[in-house]
């Protein structure tokens, strides 16, 4: 799946089925459904799942739970705008996929 392609799914009223769990939290928040994309974070113990969740708390204005949360995924805290965040991982982890 492209970039292109993950952000038009975002007109669908669910996510493409074979989205690994992390693209999954990312698209509900691309869907404005914060409560639905933490919720999934919050249950995926790797990485890249650390990675959304922090993302999220940093949206949530939780910016300490934020930072243990990009400790856990191994990144440093992000400066830049959560619409470039975002897009950067799911670009990454469409890469990956």
Not at 23 to 42: F, N, R, V, Y
Request: charged share 25%; hydrophobic share 30%; aromatic share 10%.
């Amino acid at each position: 799946m492209t970039y292109d392609e993950f952000k038009k799914s975002l007109a669908e009223n669910s996510p493409p089925s074979a989205l690994p769990g992390p693209l999954t939290a990312l698209w509900h928040d691309g869907k404005g459904d914060w409560c639905q994309s933490h919720e999934i974070a919050q249950d995926i113990h790797s990485k890249e799942g650390s990675w959304v969740h922090a993302y999220l708390h940093r949206k949530e204005g939780d910016n300490g739970n934020a930072a243990y949360w990009y400790s856990k995924a191994g990144k440093p805290v992000c400066k830049e705008p959560l619409d470039q965040e975002w897009e950067q991982i799911v670009k990454e982890m469409l890469g990956k996929v």
